[in-house]
Each structure stands twice: as C-alpha cells, then as structure tokens.
C-alpha cells in the first residue's frame, strides 16, 4: 500500500518530467522508487498526469437596480446637536445612567425618528418627542455619543456630531479619601 502512495507522490511532483520510473526492492526488503534505473529494477510506467476542466460558467446575471425612492433635504432641519454630556466631559458617579438632552430644530415631522448611538450601538427606546433621554448601563471609561435623524425608510437626513466622554466611578477598594486610622472614631 505505501508504494502505491510513492507512485502517486512522484507522479504528482512537478520535478518528475518523465513517464518512465524504476521500482526495486533492497535486501532489507524495503521498496525504493527513483527517476533514474538501477541494479535489479523494474520499469513502471506512469501515465499522464490526470486533470480536470471546468465547465465554463454562465454570465453574471444583470440586476437591475432599484428605482431610487425620491429623498428628503437634509436642509429641512436646521440643526441637530448633542448638548449633554459635552465632549470631553468627566462624569463622575453616574451609577450606570448616563443623562443626555439632544436638541434639534425643528419638530421631528411626521415619519421621522431620532436614533442615538452609543459606542456606535444603537439606543432603543429614545424618547421621539423630546430630546432628554436616560440610557442605562454605561460605566466606567470612555464613550462616544452621537445622534441622526432617520425617515420612514430608515435613511439617515441628519447626523450630529460624535461626542467623546468619560465616565469615572469612586469604589470603596479605591476611595477617594484615606481610609480611616486604627482607635480612632466616634463611638
């Protein structure tokens, strides 16, 4: 079984450019192969490489793009920006709510929708009609906060700017005062 294994690995190397090997067995009984003849060696004859030929493919097929839905000016709002946290604020022991007031000008209209994104994730449950929002679960480190507003297809009309903020929480293994001194206290 190993020499058909032989047979095969130099029949497939591309350094074998002949059709002719020599197969012969030593007196330990081991089987040898080469591209060269030797004492006691009998021919083997090797066939041409086998191949394969794809089958030709069809064309791509055309897709027709489709018809691109009339969009709204982003002129229409006046402005969109994120008024709280201010960028690089430091926020200091949120709790994990994070507080922000978006402001923007005008009135959403009818099928629109203010999105929020935090660390690019977006916020679900934004108030539509009014810009104060409370997002939980925002700790420790460093936050990017940005707002856009969408129209009924979902396509962004207005973005604001991307804010960076800070959040840092005291914790009783790092507090913010010198732990209390042995004997002394109140009671």
Do not use: K
């Amino acid at each position: 079984m190993r020499w058909i294994w032989m047979v095969l690995l130099f029949a497939c190397s591309a350094g074998v450019a002949a059709n002719e090997m020599w197969r012969w067995v030593d007196e330990r009984g081991v089987v040898h192969y080469s591209d060269r003849p030797h004492p006691g060696a009998e021919r083997v004859q090797i066939g041409p490489a086998q191949s394969y030929t794809a089958p030709e493919l069809a064309p791509p097929r055309q897709i027709e793009p489709e018809p691109e839905q009339p969009r709204e000016p982003a002129a229409s709002y006046t402005r969109l920006s994120i008024v709280a946290p201010e960028e690089g604020e430091m926020l200091w022991n949120i709790g994990g709510e994070l507080r922000a007031r978006v402001e923007f000008e005008p009135p959403l209209r009818g099928g629109h929708q203010l999105r929020v994104y935090l660390d690019g994730q977006r916020v679900n449950g934004i108030p539509q009609a009014s810009g104060e929002l409370t997002i939980g679960e925002v700790f420790r480190g460093e936050h990017t906060l940005r707002a856009s507003i969408v129209d009924s297809g979902g396509r962004e009309l207005v973005s604001s700017a991307t804010i960076t903020f800070y959040v840092q929480q005291a914790s009783l293994l790092n507090p913010n005062r010198p732990p209390p001194r042995p004997g002394a206290g109140g009671g």
